[in-house]
């Protein structure tokens, strides 16, 4: 079993930045492709982004390419969403996710994620 833990959300006005951490604990990390999901009220939860278990391949939605990075540290367990330029758009829960396969470009978006997180609060404001 994997535990995945959020942090570094908040309230940010339109334009700022925020990272995201996400810790991961349990049985091994190795492998593993990471990534963060969304959900905003009264919306779908979507894919924000992955990225594979070496960090050399990632992949985003359309409308956060070019404004979030998401990196990961083996080290550390733990994988970071970096947004800047948030939007009021971008306002919603941010889930952490890890899936027991390793994954590359646009199978990130297609895997069926095995492990989520509790999932931090990220409100922009106008």
């Known amino acids: 079993q994997v535990q995945l833990v959020e942090s570094g959300g908040g309230l940010v006005q339109a334009g700022g930045s925020l990272r995201l951490s996400c810790a991961a604990s349990g049985r091994t990390f190795g492998g593993y492709a990471m990534g963060w999901f969304r959900q905003a009220p009264g919306k779908e939860r979507e894919f924000v982004a992955g990225?594979?278990?070496?960090?050399?391949?990632?992949y985003y939605v359309d409308s956060v390419k070019g404004r979030f990075t998401i990196s990961r540290d083996n080290a550390k367990n733990t994988v970071y969403l970096q947004m800047n330029s948030l939007k009021l758009e971008d306002t919603a829960v941010y889930y952490c996710?890890?899936?027991?396969?390793?994954?590359?470009?646009?199978?990130?978006?297609?895997?069926?994620?095995?492990?989520w997180g509790q999932g931090t609060q990220v409100t922009v404001s106008s």
């Open positions: 996710v890890a899936d027991r396969q390793n994954w590359v470009g646009a199978n990130l978006k297609r895997a069926k994620y095995d492990y």
């Open positions: 990225i594979s278990w070496s960090g050399g391949s990632t």
